[in-house]
Each structure stands twice: as C-alpha cells, then as structure tokens.
C-alpha cells in the first residue's frame, strides 16, 4: 500500500521557518515527480512547488525565494523548506506524487493519485 506522510507543520509567527518533510512508502518514488499543494477552507488546492526525479524545481509566484522544494531518494522523502512565512500561508499542505509532472500540476491536484493526510500550518501576524 502507497503511504505518503507528511510531518513539519505547526504554528510559527510571522518572519519565521518551517520545514515540512514527506516520507513516501509502499513504492520507490525516485523516478516520480512530487510537490506540494496547500489549502484553505473553501478554496481550491493550490500547487506551491514540484520537483522532478531530475531535480528541476518549480515554485508558485507567491512562495519564489521564500520556499525551497527538495528531495533525498534514498530516504524515498521530499521536503519543503518555508523561510520569511506570512500569514497568507496559513493553509493545510499537502504532498502529493504522481508519474508525470504533468499530472502533478493538472489544476486543483485532480489528476494526483497519491496524496498526503495533510499537516496545518498557521502563521500568526
């Protein structure tokens, strides 16, 4: 069974660092793309940053040069390291894996298969 699991949120003022981390298993992921999304209640999922299994990164305009997206194949984890946190990101984020980048960033995630439970993050002003 494929498991991806998310830990990392919490609260943090804003200005501040977190490090959200996604430990996949049931499958090697190395060849997958993976990235995050994140959501508020009523809104749509909304992608924040992929990374292939060649390491090409990309990143929403409201996160570029605050969050960083990598992954460590052999631990099978991908990380997302959020500096300079406002509090607009206050969202539930998710990890999510797909075959293809392509699926990945279909709108809203509808294309994923494989979804993390979701970790809060809140950022107080």
């Known amino acids: 069974q494929v498991q991806l699991v998310e830990s990392g949120g919490g609260l943090v003022q804003a200005g501040g660092s977190l490090r959200l981390s996604c430990a996949a298993s049931?499958?090697?992921?190395?060849?997958?793309?993976m990235g995050w999304y994140r959501q508020t209640p009523g809104k749509e999922r909304e992608l924040v940053a992929t990374?292939?299994?060649?390491?090409?990164?990309y990143y929403a305009d409201s996160v570029r040069g605050r969050f960083t997206i990598s992954r460590d194949t052999a631990k099978n984890t991908v990380y997302l390291h959020m500096n300079s946190l406002k509090p607009e990101d206050t969202a539930v984020y998710y990890c999510?894996?797909?075959?293809?980048?392509?699926?990945?960033?279909?709108?809203?995630?509808?294309?994923?298969?494989?979804w993390g439970q979701g970790t809060q993050v809140t950022v107080s002003s």
């Open positions: 999510a894996a797909e075959a293809t980048l392509e699926r990945l960033i279909t709108a809203g995630g509808v294309d994923v298969r494989y």
């Open positions: 049931g499958r090697t992921f190395s060849s997958y793309a």
């Open positions: 990374i292939t299994s060649g390491g090409t990164t």
